[in-house]
């Protein structure tokens, strides 16, 4: 029997068990929202596409599992597309069906179509970043390429495809045999571990290693590997250092976790990965900031260190630095396999006592140089109060989003994660405006968790009307506005170096400018409060987690940098020579 493609398509997305879409309409994808009208699946409406794509991302990270994005032709998709880049770039599956220009009109330059090098082109704008990109000049082929693009989003290194499809195809009819014959192939496919050979000459050179350090990233919280990594650490009893991407795969409390390296990394975690003998390396591209620039007086100094490298993407491994062994493989696998084996070859265990005594010690000492920071009563606020008083508040399991600035940084050095992807960043992309949306995607997902997004007043002025769409579907996220009005990092940047904060503070005649995001929200028809001391921040908060309903928190931020002991070469690039980092602004 034949039926009509759009009536087709949420009947499959239905039987992979898809429960929400994000998406914004258009004339080219009105057929689908048609059929969604009477689907299990809700359709999260947007005000922006941004916010759409940041929602998804956040979504994906949280229930673990492939987001849908519903596109429109041309605008509508260039304003996916940095949200899109944004999952891609942290290997997050997603997979975007966009509405495109008929087929028929290809080359006449309809409406919205983008065609000024290339007739029919618009999916050619996401292959940068993209997986793959397919055009469906078929009715008939729809079905086989859309089963493909969840099976490639998903496989391998995750991360988003598009499947660009032109209106009129949306509005054909095809056979249901043809997406009968892809249902019947598996959802899953099985990756490939590692081999007991291999295993054990890797336990073996830990074994026998004065100093070896475990670096993760965010590839364990990706394989959902964080209890294997565990069990191992302890095991072993190895130290375990981390990227941005990687906080949380090991608990902030437990005193065999380093903390994060590279440019916010403490000196005494950045000493421990650079006088590291063997790194056993999970999950991690060796990212420019968390590596100090790959400049080896810093954080990571390889090959004088040995490093064994485990990733499923074979282009991570070598990318950055040479690896002596190198295993491309599913993390929650291998880690399996080398915990079985490590228990054959130490059944006992070990237990180094001067290493798990010398990271509480280090821990204690940190956090008592900020004590006084944390206790300070002033207003605007401590940036370091702020995360504290957010810590002190929130349950162990509650999630939090953060932007880019402060918020990430200060969140990545300062705030203890204990539970594994249980903290959503931007993290390859560091893209400005995913904080705010992806909390709502995230609490989408996990209704039952405390959903908190800390993001800077520049983060949550990028798409405000994302709360248009958190009052219409009543998602309770509660939103910290971090508010230095500015963009604080960038200017403490240019300060330092320049002498000057020209174009990255907010100003109106000369003072200082910022709008009342309480009284916005409360506008959108969201509860909100806007402080005026330090004092009222906690009972706020209490008040927001209480409610259970969407909560904005406006709260004046003193702008001064998160303290920096690593390196970062484009400090070199300002100032060559001179050792600046940042400056208050």
Known sequence: MKKLISKQLVHYLESREVQHIFGLCGHTNIAVLAELE????????????????????????????????????????????????????????????????????????????????????????????????????????????????????????PGPVLVSVPMDIFSKEIDESLFDKVKAHTKTLTKPSIDDEQAKQIIEKLLQAESPIFHVGGGIILADAAQELRELAEHLSIPVSHSLMGKGAMSDDSDLTLGMTGFW?????????????????????????????????YTFRIPDTKLIH?????????????????????????????????????????????????????????????????????????????LAEVRNVLPRDAFITTDVGWNKNGMGQQFPIYEAGSVLTPGGYATMGFGAPAAMGAKLALSNHVVVSLVGDGGFGQNPALLATAAEENIPVIWIVMNNSAYGTIAGLEKAHFGTTHGTVFQRDGESYTPDYAAIAKAYGIDSVKLQSAEEFKPALQQAVNENKPFVIDVA???????????????????PGKNVHHASS
Do not use: C
């Open 310 to 386: 485990i990733d499923i993407d074979p282009n991570e491994i070598g990318r950055n630095y040479p690896a002596e062994i190198g295993v491309v493989a599913d993390l929650k696998q291998s880690l399996n396999v080398l915990l079985r084996v490590a228990k054959e070859l130490e059944p006992e265990g070990r237990n180094n006592q001067a290493i798990r005594d010398e990271i509480v010690n280090y821990r204690k000492e940190f956090n008592k140089e900020n004590q006084e920071l944390i206790e300070d009563n002033s207003y605007p606020m401590i940036p370091q109060r702020i």
């Open 557 to 575: 931020m003193v702008n001064n940098p998160v303290p920096t002991d690593g390196h970062w070469n484009i400090m070199d690039i300002y100032s």
């Open 38 to 157: 009477n689907s299990s699946i809700d359709f999260i409406d947007v005000r922006h596409e941004q916010i759409a794509a940041h929602m998804a991302d956040g979504y994906a990270r949280a229930k673990k599992e492939t987001a849908v994005l519903l596109s429109h032709v041309g605008p509508g998709l260039t304003n996916a597309s940095t949200g899109v880049a944004n999952a891609a770039l942290d290997s997050i599956p997603m997979v975007v069906i966009a509405g495109d220009v008929p087929s028929h009109y290809y080359g006449k330059h309809p409406h919205q179509e983008i065609n000024l090098h290339a007739d029919a082109s618009q999916h050619e704008i996401y292959r940068p970043f993209v997986k793959r990109t397919w055009r469906v000049d078929r009715p008939d082929l729809f079905p086989e390429i859309l089963h493909k693009a969840f099976q490639l989003a998903e496989s391998g290194n």
């Open 265 to 297: 990394g403490t000196k005494f975690i950045n000493d421990k990965t650079r006088n590291a003998d063997w790194i056993l390396a999970l999950g991690t591209r060796f990212a420019e900031a968390d590596s100090s620039s790959w400049e080896d007086e």
